[in-house]
């Protein structure tokens, strides 16, 4: 539910309901039910791939596949995956010919080497969005009408002075949308103004932003906002991350993952736990770990298939993350029932891989390790080559952090690494060519699959 959309674009009152009171009703169901919704939704969406999609008409007939074959969801499995470069090379061919040409929305989202997917979106799906959101948002105590806002720089893009407007006030939402295309100490410190002034009680915003705009605002001491929940979408939440942003807005931070593709939505509730919103994907785990990890985590990779946009399905779509299913079995105090999963992994740009052919998904928490690290980031170039951009809290980091920082990086790096540490300010991160923070950037690691 961008602040931005049209609300002509979502008048499916009806469906907007049904999914509504279908998916909150699921979210307290026995396995059993939600498996049967699941598995109705599924062979519809088979029966229309088979009819109507000219890459599943040929998938199935080369694989002997018949949409009267599948009577479980397990039978889903006889069906291959569909990876990112099929769905790069193939994606005219995914389009349904049925069409919904006039009231079709083409989305774009990047493929594996940063190139262009357009996907396909038919009114149901953006039924669909609206509906995820609005269940999502409603766990942080939101209600339609309430005061939003939202950070985002996708909207202001497209202005003709995208670095000059600030702000722009949908009253009729009651939402407000502030320019994050960059933050610097003014804007932050006019943004911080406006939500005074328009009383938010919510905000959403993609993690990273929020992150550096908090490292703005705590400059200026405690703020007290009144702001009930902050809402996280769009690329991984890290847990330091969610530290400043919890400690600056004075509030919980309910994190929330998904795609474009439509096929898988996971949602954070307020025992923080990420559940799986069955009602809205099919959500597959794909174990990939040839043992348990030392904590007895094991990892998977995380598959789902379209629920409800016939117009561009996708089945057993290999959404290229890396998750650890919680195996534990036990009941989430909140009363959910649905599926948990206990930490998503940074997409493969954010990996390390170290000479020794290791991983690491999270060496930025090195950062949490040291204290005086305002912010930092590691940028890799080769397997023995690592730039290590840190913003220190000057009063806190010297000398010492400095070479405790170092005998930590080594550490994971292998001691002949080369490490150069730069000391910047928020402006002197590497933001690449998207202009996204990221703690971690890897030439190498964006190759690992
Ligand atoms: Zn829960």
């Given at each position: 539910?961008?602040?931005?959309?049209k609300v002509s674009?979502?008048?499916?009152?009806?469906?907007?309901?049904?999914?509504?009171?279908?998916w909150?009703?699921?979210?307290?169901s026995?396995?059993?039910s939600?498996?049967?919704?699941q598995?109705e939704?599924?062979?519809?969406?088979?029966?229309?791939?088979?009819q109507?999609?000219?890459?599943?008409r040929?998938?199935?007939?080369?694989?002997d596949?018949?949409?009267?074959?599948?009577h479980?969801?397990?039978?889903?499995?006889?069906i291959?995956?569909?990876?990112?470069?099929?769905?790069?090379?193939?994606?005219?061919?995914?389009?349904?010919e049925?069409g919904w040409?006039?009231?079709?929305?083409?989305?774009?989202?990047?493929g594996t080497?940063?190139?262009?997917?357009?996907?396909?979106?038919?009114?149901?799906a953006?039924?669909?969005?609206?509906?995820?959101?609005?269940?999502f948002?409603?766990?942080?105590?939101?209600?339609?009408?309430k005061?939003f806002?939202?950070f985002s720089?996708?909207?202001?893009?497209?202005q003709?002075?995208?670095?000059?407007v600030?702000s722009?006030?949908?009253?009729i939402?009651?939402q407000?949308?502030?320019?994050?295309?960059?933050i610097c100490?003014?804007?932050a410190?006019q943004?911080?103004?406006?939500m005074?002034?328009?009383k938010?009680?919510?905000v959403?915003?993609?993690p990273?932003?929020?992150y550096?705009?908090?490292?703005y605002?705590?400059?200026?001491g405690?703020?007290?906002?009144?702001?009930q929940?902050?809402f996280?979408?769009?690329?991984?939440?890290?847990?330091h991350?969610r530290?400043?942003i919890?400690?600056?807005?004075?509030?919980?931070?309910?994190?929330?993952?998904g795609?474009?593709e439509?096929?898988?939505?996971?949602?954070?509730?307020?025992h923080?736990?990420m559940?799986?919103?069955e009602?809205?994907?099919?959500?597959?785990?794909?174990d990939v770990?040839n043992?348990?990890?030392?904590?007895?985590?094991?990892?998977s990779?995380l598959?789902g298939?379209?629920m409800?946009n016939?117009?561009?399905?996708?089945?057993?779509?290999?959404?290229?993350?890396?998750?650890?299913?919680?195996?534990t079995?036990?009941?989430?105090?909140?009363g959910?029932?649905?599926?948990?999963?206990?930490?998503?992994?940074?997409?493969?740009?954010?990996v390390?891989i170290?000479?020794?052919?290791a991983?690491?998904?999270?060496?930025?928490?090195?950062f949490?390790?040291i204290?005086g690290?305002?912010m930092?980031?590691?940028?890799q170039?080769d397997l023995?080559?690592?730039?290590?951009?840190?913003?220190?809290?000057?009063?806190?980091?010297?000398?010492?952090?400095?070479?405790?920082?170092l005998?930590?990086?080594?550490?994971?790096?292998?001691?002949?690494?080369?490490?150069?540490?730069h000391?910047?300010?928020?402006?002197?991160?590497?933001?690449?060519?998207?202009?996204?923070?990221?703690s971690?950037?890897?030439?190498v690691?964006?190759s690992w699959?």
């Amino acid at each position: 539910m961008s602040l931005h959309f049209k609300v002509s674009k979502y008048l499916l009152p009806y469906r907007i309901l049904q999914f509504k009171r279908k998916w909150e009703a699921l979210q307290y169901s026995a396995p059993e039910s939600v498996a049967q919704y699941q598995l109705e939704r599924i062979k519809k969406v088979i029966k229309h791939c088979r009819q109507h999609v000219p890459y599943y008409r040929d998938l199935f007939q080369e694989n002997d596949i018949h949409p009267q074959d599948i009577h479980s969801l397990r039978d889903l499995q006889k069906i291959p995956e569909l990876s990112k470069d099929i769905l790069r090379e193939q994606q005219e061919r995914m389009v349904s010919e049925k069409g919904w040409h006039f009231l079709r929305e083409q989305l774009l989202t990047s493929g594996t080497t940063g190139d262009k997917i357009s996907i396909w979106v038919n009114p149901v799906a953006r039924a669909q969005e609206f509906v995820r959101y609005w269940l999502f948002f409603q766990r942080g105590g939101y209600g339609i009408g309430k005061s939003f806002a939202e950070f985002s720089s996708d909207f202001f893009i497209d202005q003709e002075n995208p670095l000059q407007v600030l702000s722009q006030k949908n009253p009729i939402t009651n939402q407000l949308l502030l320019n994050t295309s960059y933050i610097c100490q003014e804007n932050a410190r006019q943004y911080l103004d406006l939500m005074r002034k328009n009383k938010v009680l919510f905000v959403k915003s993609r993690p990273s932003s929020l992150y550096i705009f908090s490292q703005y605002i705590q400059e200026q001491g405690a703020i007290d906002l009144g702001i009930q929940c902050v809402f996280t979408i769009g690329e991984p939440l890290h847990i330091h991350q969610r530290q400043v942003i919890e400690k600056t807005f004075g509030c919980q931070v309910l994190d929330f993952y998904g795609h474009m593709e439509r096929v898988v939505a996971l949602s954070e509730c307020t025992h923080g736990r990420m559940h799986v919103d069955e009602g809205y994907g099919l959500v597959e785990f794909q174990d990939v770990s040839n043992h348990s990890e030392e904590d007895g985590s094991r990892k998977s990779r995380l598959l789902g298939t379209t629920m409800h946009n016939l117009l561009m399905p996708f089945i057993r779509y290999d959404t290229g993350d890396l998750v650890e299913p919680d195996n534990t079995g036990q009941p989430c105090p909140c009363g959910n029932t649905s599926r948990v999963v206990k930490r998503i992994y940074g997409r493969t740009e954010d990996v390390i891989i170290s000479q020794d052919g290791a991983t690491y998904p999270a060496l930025f928490l090195i950062f949490n390790m040291i204290s005086g690290i305002k912010m930092g980031q590691i940028i890799q170039d080769d397997l023995l080559f690592f730039r290590v951009n840190i913003y220190p809290d000057n009063e806190l980091y010297n000398k010492t952090q400095e070479e405790e920082l170092l005998f930590y990086l080594k550490k994971y790096l292998g001691q002949n690494a080369s490490i150069d540490i730069h000391i910047v300010d928020v402006k002197g991160f590497d933001y690449g060519s998207s202009g996204k923070f990221r703690s971690v950037i890897s030439s190498v690691g964006s190759s690992w699959q």
